[in-house]
């Protein structure tokens, strides 16, 4: 792991808690890089850190075990499941847009480690819907298009070949739907299928963050790699540094 490229001394970041926080890891991809640092970013990062709650979202991604095993003994991460949260906050923050193009304030992906078994049920439960009618067409197309039986059915309707296809599909999402929230249900016992169920996310919500996407499903990515960039992926360690200290070279953040 190489440590972090910063090489613009001439920031008024740089060497500080703000500029750990930030994560940028290097200086060139840095938005603020060739720009006079607004100091009030220091109150904005001030403030992100009175918003998180106790741990910090770092201790969903430094996590030694499956952050979505609700049982022991509980998986071991091969990848992270990664959930986008917004907070209004500051206020002020459109104006500058430092942190974010978006109309709203603070924006941090929570990545929790997860585990393949749990890896795999959310895809499943996800993809059900789409999977089931694509199954039931592939049933229903060979009555179509064997002859004795689409004969029959123009027969009695010559839309009727078509009509059954559209019904499979049709039909076979309203099923995949159904087998989506009963496997659902059935996974709820022993892991958070659906994150916003999660006790980091509610204390989250209780700090005033909300889903990036205010809809009906949790929108998840999964990434073999956690994101090591940005607002909300430093670690730990780095929440706990006084304020524009400088630290120390053992414990420079490392990629």
């Known amino acids: 792991m190489d440590e972090r490229k910063l090489t613009d001394t001439e920031c008024t970041l740089y060497g500080t808690k703000s500029c750990a926080l930030l994560n940028m890891q290097d200086c060139d991809k840095c938005p603020l890089k060739g720009r006079v640092a607004d100091p009030a970013i220091h109150d904005d990062l001030r403030l992100f850190c009175t918003l998180q709650p106790e741990g910090t979202v770092a201790q969903l991604f430094e996590s030694k075990t499956c952050t979505l095993c609700k049982n022991e003994p509980k998986g071991t991460p091969t990848s992270f499941a990664v959930f986008d ?57 060979p009555f179509v298009m064997t002859e004795r039986f689409a004969q029959t059915m123009r027969q009695a309707a010559g839309w009727l070949p078509f009509a059954v296809v559209v019904a ?11 087998l989506s ?16 169920t999660h006790p980091f996310v509610s204390a989250m919500t209780e700090k005033g963050w909300r889903p990036l996407f205010n809809d009906r499903s949790a929108h998840l990515a999964f990434t073999k790699q956690r994101i090591n960039r940005g607002l909300g992926t430093a670690p730990r360690a780095v929440y706990d540094l006084p304020d524009y200290e400088t630290p120390a070279a053992e414990d420079k953040i490392t990629d």
């Open 85 to 141: 949260m917004a907070h209004t906050e500051p206020k002020n923050l459109a104006k500058r847009k430092w942190l974010s193009r978006q109309e709203t304030g603070f924006m941090v992906p929570l990545q929790f480690a997860c585990c393949s078994k749990c890896r795999r049920r959310i895809l499943l439960q996800s993809y059900l819907p789409l999977i089931t009618p694509i199954v039931l067409s592939l049933i229903a197309l």
């Open 168 to 178: 499979a599909i049709v039909g076979g999402y309203g099923v995949g739907k159904l």
């Open 181 to 196: 929230h009963l496997y659902k249900r059935k996974c709820e016992a022993d892991m958070y299928i659906d994150v916003r």
